[in-house]
């Protein structure tokens, strides 16, 4: 699938569905300029100003605000094999600011390995078959359009990118990633699974990013025009190929263009050190 150049209407349809751009979080900087980076996490890009005639300047400037954008370095090494919580950034944490937490287990209807023996769980470790089976029904019903009019930080893989030059947008169209909120120590992971396509629309033009990376999107969720869950994007964080990886969790409603690009199942998703076949394998070819 290649890039494509989208010009005029589709794209500012798509911003129209979004609605405008909020300024962004408390505390958060909307100037454009360099951005400091966070020691040995990532590096901070924000999507620089682009000259403009005065009349479309005063037209832009009612529609948009500078988008922060982060490409993810590797995570320290030399700590072996484990989990821990979302590392966030210190510019990202002004954007996990206000983001509602979505009250869902990602991982109720999963098989996971039996560690211990028949009757070895202590009680408090024993699942509560009642609980399981709601949870299980919260997962099932959830959708990304149900989370309109919430701020959100979704993962998704980016699968076309589309620029509107005239206007100075681009547009994402992402595969959704759930997230538990747990990571590795030395890579970050999010689920195989996810619950659809949505768009992300960034006010700006950004060339630097490329299909198949994985993103996190914070913004204003609403329904686009063309019925797809939509983000107008204040902040993207990004993670090229190595720099991230895949575990089985969630109930798959991942676009069926997309499942056929798999030639790995879902149990044997998951390498802590995965390299370029790894990702060709589970997404398709660049």
């Not at 009757?119 to 470790?125: C, F, I, R, V």
């Not at 019925?227 to 798959?252: H, I, S």
Request: aromatic share 8%; glycine share 10%.
């Amino acid at each position: 699938m290649t890039r494509r150049i989208a010009i005029g209407v589709a794209v500012l349809g798509l911003v129209a569905g979004c609605g405008e751009v909020p300024e962004g979080p408390p505390g958060a900087d909307a100037t454009r300029g360099d951005a400091a980076p966070r020691a040995a996490e990532s590096r901070a890009a924000v999507t620089p100003a682009e000259p403009e005639a005065p009349a479309a300047a005063s037209k832009a400037a009612a529609r948009r605000r500078a988008v922060v954008i982060e490409f993810s370095k590797p995570m320290r090494g030399g700590r072996g094999l484990g989990t821990m919580g979302y590392p966030a950034t210190e510019k990202e944490s002004a954007f996990l600011e206000g983001m509602e937490k979505e009250d869902l287990n990602l991982w109720a209807g999963t098989k996971l390995p039996d560690f211990a023996g028949p009757g070895d769980l202590p009680p408090e470790l024993k699942p509560d078959p009642e609980k399981e089976k709601e949870d299980l029904r919260k997962l099932k019903e959830y959708t990304l359009s149900r989370q309109a009019g919430k701020r959100v930080g979704w993962f998704g893989i980016v699968r076309e990118i589309e620029m509107d030059e005239e206007n100075d947008l681009t547009r994402l169209l992402l595969e959704h990633k759930y997230f538990d909120g747990m990571t590795d120590l030395h890579i970050q992971v999010v689920s195989y699974y996810g619950a659809g396509d949505f768009v992300a629309v960034l006010p700006s033009r950004v060339t630097n990013l490329r299909r198949l990376s994985l993103v996190r999107v914070y913004g204003n969720a609403t329904v686009g025009n063309d019925g797809l869950p939509c983000v107008a994007a204040e902040y993207v964080r990004v993670w090229d190929w190595g720099l991230f990886t895949f575990m089985n969790y969630g109930q798959d409603k991942t676009n069926a263009t997309w499942v056929k690009l798999r030639k790995v199942k879902g149990e044997d998703c998951y390498s802590p050190r995965p390299d370029r076949a790894f990702y060709e394998q589970r997404l398709g070819t660049r």
